[in-house]
């Protein structure tokens, strides 16, 4: 795999489409530094708790997504490590909640 090669990757979060390109090589395979590049895409952009608009970049180690079973594996304990933040709790539930107004 040469640098900015990509693999897509499909997979459900809480009922939410999501896209998930990987990139190991960012840099290149013969980088000195290992760095990869994860997106994650929602449908219809839809929130996360990573991101307000369904879409997020992030340059990472690419052993440290290795170490987590891969790319999908990684967005899942990311995303999953995000939603039990209170932040995200409360969009939750004031997005189940109707308003009069």
Request: aromatic share 12%; net charge negative.
């Amino acid at each position: 795999m040469s640098a900015f090669d990509t693999t897509d990757h499909h997979m459900d979060w809480e009922g939410i489409a999501l896209l998930v390109k990987w990139c190991p090589h960012w840099l290149g395979e013969d980088a000195y530094y290992p760095i990869a590049h994860l997106e994650i895409h929602a449908a219809n952009k839809t929130p996360l708790p990573i991101t307000d608009t369904g879409y997020r970049s992030h340059f990472i180690d690419k052993d440290a997504v290795e170490a987590l079973g891969g790319p999908v594996a990684y967005a899942r304990a990311w995303l999953d490590e995000a939603a039990a933040s209170p932040e995200w709790k409360a969009k939750v539930a004031a997005s189940r909640q109707l308003s009069l107004f």
